[in-house]
């Protein structure tokens, strides 16, 4: 049973376009995360949702928005993708009470 | 200064040796510290965390905790060359609920 999915699992797309990546988990968390992974392997936090309210926000680019619909999905939007969003996005889940979180397999974002 | 630092390897060991990974941190007031193992291409995937000093074992691997010296370590019993991957410390911070940091991750290979 998959515990966090992604999709779409590769994106290619061009500087300028408009792109969304899905996320569901299925483990009944209550956060939700956003993680960019750059070509160094360096993972680092974008977002995370708790109950359908933002409440961490690092310092990325407005052109980059979460959304989500309900507790069990995080969606993210990207605006006029630059060369530099071209990296790795892994969504994430917790129980609020617990560090833990889970991982979804990655979005591979190539942007030329 | 960097939140949380390991050394980047790559660290070899041969088969059926500890291996010992560290990861020191900066914000005192942490409080929970997990590793993550993360295959080429794959998400990263917890295998262990400690919110308190001293160590804790599951099956081979062994997680310890110095909250004095600011470090967390992992050793691996009985290296397997299925155990070659890159290693990822994280650590949470005091904002926000569940913000994670991580380090940039030591390559382990282990030799058969």
Known sequence: DTAVSQTPKYLVTQMGNDKSIKCE?????????????????????????????????????????????????????????????????????????????????GTRLTVT | QKEVEQNSGPLSVPEGAIASLNCTYSDRGSQSFFWYRQYSGKSPELIMFIYSNGDK???????????????????????????????LCAVNSRVGANNLFFGTGTRLTVIP
């Not at chain 1, 988990?25 to 070509?39: A, E, I």
């Not at chain 1, 999905?73 to 889970?102: K, M, P």
């Open chain 2, 57 to 87: 074992e599951d099956g081979r691997f062994t997680a310890q905790l110095n909250k004095a010296s600011q470090y967390v370590s992992l050793l691996i019993r009985d290296s397997q060359p299925s155990d070659s991957a890159t290693y």
């Open chain 1, 25 to 105: 988990q299925n483990l009944g968390h209550d956060t939700m995360y956003w993680y960019k992974q750059d070509s160094k392997k360096f993972l680092k936090i974008m977002f995370s949702y708790n109950n359908k309210e933002l409440i961490i926000n690092e310092t990325v680019p407005n052109r980059f928005s979460p959304k989500s619909p309900d507790k069990a999905h995080l969606n993210l939007h990207i605006n006029s993708l630059e060369l530099g969003d071209s990296a790795v996005y892994f969504c994430a889940s917790s129980q609020e009470d617990r560090g833990e979180q889970y991982f979804g397999p």
